[in-house]
């Protein structure tokens, strides 16, 4: 029997505009955006040119140079960033309603989001308050202070699998410095971001400190990121797009922080309880259907449970329920948009070719139920080799390879082999091990019989080409500051350098 989605009680259609300095204006063009549940056009937005682009930028650089947010109190700042919090707080249903249109996620994971979006300005809103200078006991007369500054403007680029946590990853800890913000949101999923500032004018942020221009990355974000009244560049996404970011930066060597791909390993020792490393694996790879950066891609699984393992795991993907977001029984959601089906359904293929076994899933769902939605059974890979592209380049959908290790040395090392660096996690009760093995692991987030644990109050960011920098933590706000020394002379009597001079 057919089944009819459940009716949003968001409304999307209605005007979506840009927000540059304080005021929300017109395009210079407009996109249809669509929701991935049903392959549907959803609403319009507004997008930028290369005015209005520079009219955010000028309005992010005389906020900065010249306004009030630079210059407040941090006290003052926080108060506002908690301000955002609330009122994050006051709309989540609003926001996580249409997080899920716009980009698919079951609406529960949404809810986590903009919990989690909340929490992050409420974080960086106490943290900015707290004690950060430090004195140095430099010789007599001279006194001197380090102190942190904002950077200045700030250009950050956001991609759509977590689009409102990942604006205020950036925006949160750039605001609480005292910086100016240039947001651009991915060209799929501008929804909450806009929805945002209209909060953010309901708080009375400062115009021009927060400003969002939509469209796509080539005609909205590389301007931003090549500009030279941008002091630096935040951006999350992926190796390809990040390269081109860091090249654009050199116009005025800005400050760069970059989030990247990656391609985690999970490491499954068979000492674990099976059942409970099955559960963990499909959390790993399936949660937001394997949109995800730190997403466990690679099960890495000892010789003598691999059999049972991919047996069982196959099972309970096989029972993931998938479905519209908005749906109260959908566990997995589909992907963001037609072009990213059609990239993983592509990976499918050469995995096939590849010679990797299909063990379950591969296709792309289609009946009443889907519509024409972007959704993509549950995979998983077994049988396959290091060298296969499947194994070695992020996919970024619901798909798994699971390899098999004979020794310890084994598991780090096919863990290790990849370009990338940004998680990775082992399954053992023997501590050890544990200890051994995460600290071979070449990788910035580990987790020791856990996956996906994600803290605000601690960094997030990867080795080797999962990018550059770290965000969250102190280090995500030290990220957006300058170190200044100080040094006062106590008694400035002449130097005597020169003393021939006369
Ligand atoms: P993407 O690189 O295609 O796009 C990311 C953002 O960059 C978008 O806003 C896009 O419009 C913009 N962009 C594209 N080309 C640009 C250019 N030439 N100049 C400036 N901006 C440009 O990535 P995506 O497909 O949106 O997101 C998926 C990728 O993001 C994956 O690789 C994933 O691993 C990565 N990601 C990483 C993290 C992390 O924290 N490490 C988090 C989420 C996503």
Redo the contacts with the bound molecule.
């Keep these: 029997m057919a089944q009819t989605l459940t009716a949003p009680k968001v409304k999307v259609d209605r005007k979506w505009q840009l927000f540059i300095d304080g005021k929300f204006v017109d395009g210079a063009s407009e996109r249809t955006l669509v929701n991935p549940a049903d392959g549907k056009p959803l609403t319009k937005v507004a997008e930028a040119g290369p005015k209005q682009v520079e009219a955010a930028i000028k309005a992010a650089r005389t906020a900065f140079d010249k306004g009030p947010w630079p210059r407040m109190s941090a006290l003052e700042r926080a108060n506002m960033l908690f301000k955002i919090a609330d009122i994050i707080d006051k709309n989540a249903e609003e926001l996580s309603e249409l997080e899920t249109l716009n980009g698919g996620k079951p609406l529960r994971e949404a809810q986590y989001d903009i919990a989690d979006t909340a929490n992050c300005f409420r974080y960086y809103a106490g943290l900015i308050t707290k004690p950060t200078g430090t004195t140095v006991d430099v010789p007599a007369p001279s006194v001197t202070s380090i102190v942190r500054e904002p950077i200045g403007v700030c250009g950050q680029?956001?991609?759509?699998?977590?689009p409102l946590l990942?604006a205020a990853w950036k925006l949160a800890p750039a605001l609480a410095a005292g910086n100016t913000c240039v947001l651009?949101?991915?060209?799929?999923t501008p929804l909450t971001a806009i929805r945002l500032a209209e909060l953010l004018k309901e708080v009375d942020l400062p115009d021009g400190v927060v400003n969002i221009v939509l469209g796509?990355?080539?005609k909205?974000?590389?301007p931003?990121?090549e500009s030279k009244l941008v002091d630096k560049i935040a951006?999350?996404?992926?190796?390809?797009?990040?390269k081109?970011?860091a090249q654009?930066a050199l116009s005025n060597l800005k400050k760069v922080t970059l989030?990247?791909?990656?391609k985690s390993p999970m490491i499954v020792f068979s000492d674990f309880d099976l059942d409970t490393a099955v559960d963990y694996a499909l959390f790993a790879i399936y949660c937001n259907s394997g949109?995800?950066?730190?997403a466990g891609s690679r099960m890495i699984v000892e010789e003598s449970i691999y059999d049972d393992f991919v047996a069982k795991m196959a099972e309970r993907a096989k029972k993931i329920r998938v479905g519209p977001g908005l749906e109260e029984d959908t566990e997995m959601g589909p992907l963001v948009s037609e072009p990213?089906m059609k990239r993983v359904l592509e990976y499918i293929e050469i995995g096939k070719k590849e010679g990797a076994k299909l063990i379950t899933g591969g296709e792309r769902l289609k009946g009443d139920k889907y519509g024409n939605g972007f959704y993509i059974s549950p995979t998983i890979f077994s049988n396959v080799k290091p060298s296969m592209r499947i194994v070695q380049e992020?996919i970024?959908g619901p798909v798994v390879v699971v390899q098999k290790f004979k020794s310890e040395e084994e598991a780090v090392e096919l863990a290790n082999d990849s370009d990338y660096g940004?998680a990775g996690a082992v399954f053992t009760k023997d501590i050890t091990r544990a200890h051994k093995v995460v600290k071979q692991l070449k990788a910035g987030i580990t987790w020791v019989n856990a996956y996906h644990n994600t803290y605000t109050e601690c960094p997030?960011?990867?080795y080797k080409q999962?990018?550059w920098g770290r965000?969250l933590g102190t280090f995500g706000l030290e990220a957006y500051t300058e170190i200044k020394q100080v040094n006062i002379n106590l008694d400035p009597i002449p130097v005597g350098w020169f003393e021939n001079q006369e």
């Design positions: 680029i956001v991609p759509w699998n977590y990942m651009k949101p991915s060209e799929y796509d990355g080539p909205v974000g590389q931003i990121a951006f999350t996404g992926s190796v390809k797009t990040g081109i970011i654009a989030e990247l791909g990656g949109q995800v950066c730190s990213q992020e970024f940004l997030w960011g990867g999962s990018g965000e």
